[in-house]
């Protein structure tokens, strides 16, 4: 499953596990303040941001889950999971995004939710950084996808956060849904990739090579 032994590996798991845990405690808290902060301000968007976050702690259970264990058929398992969380999450903002512009809703302002969204942003870039070092240290493509989540988790954030100032500074409704449908298209994109197996970062993709970091003998 990677192409470090012995210590170094042991170090790279623990600091796998380590970063989805950390995005595990900092979703399940999010769901918590977003529901708090969405229902103060009737935000759609505020809402669907809880959602995403839903789905983040899906995809880190199923990288935790991977990581536990070894084996191809796991990976591929592992795999095709962070795909669904990528279709889910690329269905959700399509739906949200549509949905506000078609009902033209406006929400209320929220300090909280601008507050929250704002440190998520810092916090999910953080964590994507060190989970694509570490999945690519680890030669693990399932790590490196999920890192991939927590990246659109943290535009998303950002998109939500200026959406929110927008509003709230100018009344421009429209701006969060309008980013939603680049977010859109970045999700599908995943979706393809993980399902054809031609993921940017695999070395062994199309090759005939496994995933799991074995050099080529020849």
Do not use: C
Request: proline letters at 3%; charged letters at 15%; hydrophobic letters at 50%.
């Amino acid at each position: 499953m990677t192409s470090a032994g012995g210590p170094a590996r042991g170090v790279l798991l623990r600091r796998g596990f380590a970063l989805e845990y950390v995005t595990l405690v900092w979703n399940v808290a999010g769901v918590v303040v977003l529901a708090v902060a969405a229902a103060g301000a009737r935000s759609v968007a505020l809402a669907g941001f809880g959602l995403d976050s839903l789905i983040e702690i899906g995809a880190s259970t199923v990288v935790i889950w991977e990581l536990s264990g070894t084996g191809a058929e796991r990976q591929r398992r592992g795999l095709r999971l962070i795909g669904f969380a990528f279709a889910v999450l690329a269905v959700y903002l399509l739906v949200q995004s549509t949905v506000v512009l078609a009902a033209r809703y406006h929400p209320g302002h929220s300090v909280l939710g601008i507050a929250w969204t704002a440190v998520t942003a810092a916090v999910m870039f953080a964590l994507a950084s060190g989970k694509a070092r570490t999945g690519r240290a680890l030669d693990n493509p399932v790590l490196r996808s999920e890192g991939r989540v927590t990246m659109i988790d943290g535009i998303l954030a950002g998109a939500v956060l200026l959406g929110l100032v927008l509003n709230a500074g100018l009344g421009w409704w429209w701006a969060d849904p309008a980013a939603g449908y680049v977010l859109v298209y970045y999700a599908a994109r995943e979706v393809r990739e993980t399902f054809s197996g031609q993921h940017r970062d695999d070395p062994g993709a199309g090759t005939g090579a496994d995933n799991h970091g074995d050099p080529d003998p020849g």
